[in-house]
């Protein structure tokens, strides 16, 4: 039985003495080497062409005055200062004000809603695994339809949806805009955000949950917490790194999402939806076309996901080291 | 002792009365909030014109389908189909054999660069698109992949590849070495090894792999907007969101359209529920 360890940790000596003839590249480049270039090739190529490329094409661009179809010229600090403090600076700090709403209001709901829901699926009941699968079937629906359908509930004629249900239980006579007035517009695409993103929510936590183990509980439960008690004491430590790494992915995911504001609203009305990913379709491809400024609207934003990127690729890497 | 005993047998039937109250009327209004969106998109569907603009009734009174022909014989949506499944295809082949190579090499074998390349590729796997498709905008002219549906395929690995090597690494993680020690000892190459010993066992990771990359591709809206503009090399959901575009809101064929489109990511959810569960959480976090 002792000598078992031993066995493990030391390979088979056929393995050594393979070892031992390997050539000079193995030493300084590993002792898999070619293999293991050979097998990474496609996957580095992919990141150097279509990520590590476009990263330094996107860097360039800001520093240029680039035409959609013409020449680049070099612009220096221009297309940064127009958007910051020139011409464009009052739709440029608009943008960025509407992205920490939309991201920040859309964020904190999908939290708390799914938390309660998760919560709620944690229990035992009769038909859980039906309601279970029900409640995620937002996610899964392509984001274009739900944007699509969600503008056919809004439409602001007496046949949409919510215009429908207000004329015949409420007796309006004229149709709301929620989409068209400024007042409403943004609140009414946070919505749509919350509706489809609170189900990876409800799913990440409940899952956490179960991780929990259940003597945890028990034990709570001997000393005399009661049901608030257990959930300060038990549940919300336990679900600490759970709720860290789903705010942090749905908050990249959420300020960066495009599809629901151009196919709602298109950053209107008087842009009041204008989230920076929209501003940046709007000057790059949609009306000027200027790609040289466009790209400076994402370059300014870089650096408010770097750290959550880090920290995050920090905290999966560790857990995936961990298990 | 004893008190403590039978309070703890009829406290909790007090409570529970009062806490099914709150789980049954918090699943009732999570249940009408969820299916709304799902309750219109059909209704519309299958509501004839003159129901849907005339009349301001909830329920269809005569339910058609003309709709659904409508869409087929009128519209391109077939085309879009097509252009769909050939690249939700294509990206979801690619990325499993480019994710399952790296994410062997990766987590078994050793070189230089390992540990960048690990990192280089979950941070590149967070990276928001949003980020990139300016710059990507006039890389896809660079390279030629403009305008038709099978060049939106690199594009797509740009998210299929990262993610598709690191839930492969996660998975590649948790088999044994023991087994493949054994086969290099009996003289297998590594390539042998990866198909004959981990390619098997790794199946439930690559099928998870495969339809998350399948719906991904399936539903991406942005680079097939900013790339395509043919009518012939459209997908989906490029197609639908177009024909609201034209003067007149065709919200019949747009929903029927709808419909259709999402019953393949749902039914495949529905389906592999469990799997997508615990594949998030393997590439997410650790259970």
Same mark, same amino acid.
């Given at each position: 039985? +002792?000598?078992?360890? +031993?066995?493990?940790?030391?390979?088979?000596?056929?393995?050594?003495?393979?070892?031992?003839?390997?050539?000079?590249?193995?030493?300084?480049?590993?002792?898999?080497?070619?293999?293991?270039?050979?097998?990474?090739?496609?996957?580095? /190529? %992919?990141?150097?062409?279509?990520?590590?490329?476009?990263?330094?094409?996107?860097?360039?661009?800001?520093?240029?005055?680039?035409?959609?179809?013409?020449?680049?010229?070099?612009?220096?600090?221009?297309?940064?200062?127009?958007?910051?403090?020139?011409?464009?600076?009052? %739709?440029?700090?608009?943008?960025?004000?509407?992205?920490?709403?939309?991201?920040?209001?859309?964020?904190?709901?999908?939290?708390?809603?799914?938390?309660?829901?998760?919560?709620?699926?944690?229990?035992?009941?009769?038909?859980?695994?039906?309601?279970?699968?029900?409640?995620?079937?937002?996610?899964?629906?392509?984001?274009?339809?739900?944007?699509?359908?969600?503008?056919?509930?809004?439409?602001?004629?007496?046949?949409?949806?919510?215009?429908?249900?207000?004329? +015949?239980?409420?007796?309006?006579?004229?149709?709301?805009?929620?989409?068209?007035?400024?007042?409403?517009?943004?609140?009414?695409?946070?919505?749509?955000?919350?509706?489809?993103?609170?189900?990876?929510?409800?799913?990440?936590?409940?899952?956490?949950?179960?991780?929990?183990?259940?003597?945890?509980?028990?034990?709570?439960?001997?000393?005399?917490?009661?049901?608030?008690?257990?959930?300060?004491? /038990?549940?919300?430590?336990?679900?600490?790194?759970?709720?860290?790494?789903?705010?942090?992915?749905?908050?990249?995911?959420?300020?960066?999402?495009?599809?629901?504001?151009?196919?709602?609203?298109?950053?209107?009305?008087?842009?009041?939806?204008?989230?920076?990913?929209?501003?940046?379709?709007?000057?790059?491809?949609?009306?000027?076309?200027?790609?040289?400024?466009?790209?400076?609207?994402?370059?300014?934003?870089?650096?408010?996901?770097?750290?959550?990127?880090?920290?995050?690729?920090?905290?999966?890497?560790?857990?995936?080291?961990?298990? | 002792?004893?008190?403590?005993?039978?309070?703890?047998?009829?406290?909790?039937?007090?409570?529970?009365?009062?806490?099914?109250?709150?789980?049954?009327?918090?699943?009732?209004?999570?249940?009408?909030?969820?299916?709304?969106?799902?309750?219109?998109?059909?209704?519309?569907?299958?509501? !004839?014109?003159?129901?849907?603009?005339?009349?301001?009734?909830?329920?269809?009174?005569?339910?058609?389908?003309?709709?659904?022909?409508?869409?087929?014989?009128?519209?391109?949506?077939?085309?879009?189909?097509?252009?769909?499944?050939?690249?939700?295809?294509?990206?979801?082949?690619?990325?499993?054999?480019?994710?399952?190579?790296?994410?062997?090499?990766?987590?078994?074998?050793?070189?230089?660069?390992?540990?960048?390349?690990?990192?280089?590729?979950?941070?590149?796997?967070?990276?928001? !698109?949003?980020?990139?498709?300016?710059?990507?905008?006039?890389?896809?002219?660079?390279?030629?992949?403009?305008?038709?549906?099978?060049?939106?395929?690199?594009?797509?690995?740009?998210?299929?590849?990262?993610?598709?090597?690191?839930?492969?690494?996660?998975?590649?993680?948790?088999?044994?070495?023991?087994?493949?020690?054994?086969?290099?000892?009996?003289?297998?190459?590594?390539?042998?090894?990866?198909?004959?010993?981990?390619?098997?066992?790794?199946?439930?990771?690559?099928?998870?792999?495969?339809?998350?990359?399948?719906?991904?591709?399936?539903?991406?809206?942005?680079?097939?907007?900013?790339?395509?503009?043919?009518?012939?090399?459209?997908?989906?959901?490029?197609?639908?969101?177009?024909?609201?575009?034209?003067?007149?809101?065709?919200?019949?064929?747009?929903?029927?359209?709808?419909?259709?489109?999402?019953?393949?990511?749902?039914?495949?959810?529905?389906?592999?529920?469990?799997?997508?569960?615990?594949?998030?959480?393997?590439?997410?976090?650790?259970?």
């Amino acid at each position: 039985m +002792e000598h078992h360890p +031993e066995l493990s940790v030391s390979p088979p000596t056929q393995l050594h003495r393979a070892q031992r003839t390997f050539s000079l590249g193995a030493r300084f480049l590993g002792r898999d080497w070619t293999i293991g270039w050979l097998f990474t090739t496609p996957l580095v /190529v %992919i990141l150097l062409l279509l990520i590590a490329y476009p990263i330094f094409v996107g860097i360039l661009l800001s520093f240029q005055y680039k035409l959609v179809g013409s020449e680049a010229h070099w612009a220096g600090l221009a297309n940064y200062r127009r958007l910051l403090v020139g011409e464009d600076h009052a %739709i440029f700090w608009q943008s960025v004000r509407v992205t920490f709403i939309y991201t920040g209001v859309a964020v904190v709901s999908k939290l708390l809603l799914g938390l309660g829901m998760a919560l709620v699926l944690n229990e035992r009941f009769p038909g859980r695994n039906i309601f279970r699968a029900f409640f995620f079937l937002p996610w899964a629906a392509p984001t274009v339809v739900v944007a699509l359908t969600w503008r056919w509930l809004y439409d602001g004629t007496i046949h949409g949806f919510f215009n429908l249900l207000l004329t +015949e239980l409420f007796h309006r006579n004229y149709p709301v805009q929620f989409l068209a007035n400024p007042r409403y517009a943004l609140w009414a695409v946070i919505l749509v955000v919350i509706w489809q993103g609170t189900p990876f929510y409800i799913m990440m936590l409940l899952a956490g949950l179960q991780a929990i183990p259940a003597e945890l509980y028990e034990a709570a439960a001997i000393d005399g917490a009661n049901a608030w008690h257990r959930f300060r004491a /038990v549940t919300m430590p336990g679900l600490r790194s759970t709720i860290t790494v789903t705010v942090l992915l749905s908050t990249i995911w959420t300020a960066n999402s495009i599809n629901f504001i151009y196919i709602l609203t298109g950053g209107g009305p008087v842009n009041a939806t204008m989230t920076f990913p929209m501003l940046a379709y709007q000057i790059g491809i949609g009306g000027s076309r200027q790609l040289g400024l466009a790209a400076a609207v994402s370059i300014i934003f870089l650096p408010a996901f770097l750290p959550i990127i880090y920290y995050l690729s920090r905290m999966m890497v560790s857990t995936s080291q961990e298990s | 002792m004893q008190a403590r005993a039978t309070s703890r047998i009829s406290s909790p039937r007090w409570l529970s009365l009062g806490k099914g109250l709150i789980l049954g009327s918090a699943l009732i209004a999570f249940s009408v909030w969820t299916v709304i969106p799902f309750f219109w998109m059909i209704i519309t569907a299958i509501k !004839p014109n003159s129901e849907i603009y005339r009349e301001t009734r909830l329920l269809p009174r005569h339910p058609t389908f003309q709709h659904f022909v409508e869409l087929m014989t009128q519209t391109n949506f077939l085309t879009y189909l097509r252009n769909s499944v050939i690249v939700a295809i294509g990206t979801t082949i690619i990325a499993i054999v480019v994710g399952s190579l790296a994410a062997y090499a990766l987590t078994r074998l050793t070189f230089r660069g390992r540990a960048l390349l690990a990192n280089a590729t979950i941070v590149t796997y967070l990276m928001p !698109p949003a980020l990139l498709f300016i710059p990507l905008f006039q890389v896809a002219f660079q390279f030629h992949l403009t305008n038709k549906a099978v060049g939106l395929i690199p594009i797509y690995l740009i998210a299929a590849a990262p993610f598709s090597t690191w839930m492969a690494m996660a998975y590649f993680a948790t088999i044994p070495k023991e087994l493949e020690e054994a086969a290099l000892v009996d003289g297998a190459t590594r390539w042998q090894i990866l198909w004959q010993v981990i390619t098997p066992l790794a199946l439930p990771a690559i099928a998870v792999i495969a339809l998350f990359t399948f719906t991904q591709a399936w539903n991406e809206f942005l680079f097939a907007l900013l790339l395509i503009s043919s009518e012939s090399q459209k997908t989906i959901p490029v197609g639908l969101a177009e024909l609201i575009i034209g003067d007149v809101f065709q919200w019949g064929p747009l929903m029927a359209g709808a419909l259709i489109a999402s019953l393949i990511p749902t039914t495949i959810y529905l389906i592999a529920q469990r799997w997508i569960i615990s594949g998030l959480l393997a590439g997410a976090v650790k259970q």
